[in-house]
């Protein structure tokens, strides 16, 4: 905006490329202070001095009066939050909450209760958003529709989405959702990720990654990949002896001895 009352500081090409990103960013912020400052940037460009940035005003227009519309609502749960859940940033979410709760998710007995009770605390939350907005069968699309006329601010709108991220997240954490990473495996595979789960942290993306990396290999290089993910702190110290040798044993995945399993560990004390 300080370059478009300025006119002239920096280049034209520089100007409708920061311009173009706008316009595009712009369809997912539905927060009262994007609107405000849309329509100010609205204003400016439709009275600049150079056309060919006065010809992106109606493409702003549009894109201001399409934040209700069908199309962007649909697009919003197709596209956009499918985006996000695969984003750095949802990773790195996701990592620090494990690493919060690390305790609980090494624990055999306590890591599906803890997911399960941080599931419980996000739909708490979003059964009590204002003026009836309460989601019916995950139609965050429509959500973010009806949140538009509740003239949201920013710093909620991004605690809600936050909150819809890591509620994706941790629901395929318990294998309950994102087809496209569990469409392919049977139920004894899931089963095994399943248990799996607190001795990689509670992260079953970690837990299918390392069965098929595992899969079919030496017993000498099952228990060098151990090492190096114990090492990694990907793989809990406290649970890579008897309990991942028991599951993958049992699963034919690791098929020799728990002797010779223990041998060809190499886990410090400092890595723990």
């Given amino acids: 905006m300080a370059e478009l009352k300025r006119n002239g500081s920096i280049d034209k090409e520089t100007l409708l490329d920061h311009l173009s990103r706008i316009l595009e960013l712009a369809k997912w912020d539905v927060s009262r202070e994007t609107q405000a400052q849309l329509e100010q940037i609205r204003r400016l460009i439709s009275n600049h001095t150079d056309q060919d940035i006065r010809a992106l005003a109606p493409s702003l227009r549009h894109t201001l009066s399409a934040l209700g519309s069908k199309k962007r609502t649909r697009e919003f749960q ?80 991004l605690m809600m989405q936050s909150a819809l991220v890591l509620r994706q997240c941790l629901r ?35 837990a299918r990654n390392f069965l098929l990396i595992a899969k079919g290999q030496k017993p000498s290089d099952i228990t060098s990949l151990v090492t190096l993910w114990v090492r990694d702190k990907r793989i809990s110290a406290a649970n890579c002896h008897r309990p991942l040798w028991t ?14 399993w223990n041998m060809h560990l190499d886990i410090r004390k400092a890595w723990r």
């Fill in 247 to 260: 599951i993958l044993h049992e699963a034919g995945i690791y098929t020799a001895t728990e002797s010779n």
């Fill in 78 to 157: 197709e596209i956009r939050l499918p985006e996000l859940c695969r984003s750095t940033e949802a990773e790195q979410m996701h990592r620090q909450w494990c690493a919060f709760h690390k305790a609980e998710l090494t624990d055999i007995g306590l890591w599906q209760k803890s997911i399960t009770q941080q599931l419980e605390t996000i739909e708490a939350c979003l059964l009590r958003l204002p003026a009836d907005l309460c989601y019916q069968k995950d139609q965050f699309g429509e959500l973010m529709h009806r949140l538009i006329y509740l003239n949201i601010p920013r710093r909620k709108l």
């Fill in 172 to 206: 395929r954490q318990l294998g309950l959702s994102d087809p496209d990473s569990t469409s392919h495996l049977d139920k004894t595979e899931r089963d095994t990720i399943l248990k799996l789960a607190p001795i990689f942290y509670g992260n079953t993306d970690d």
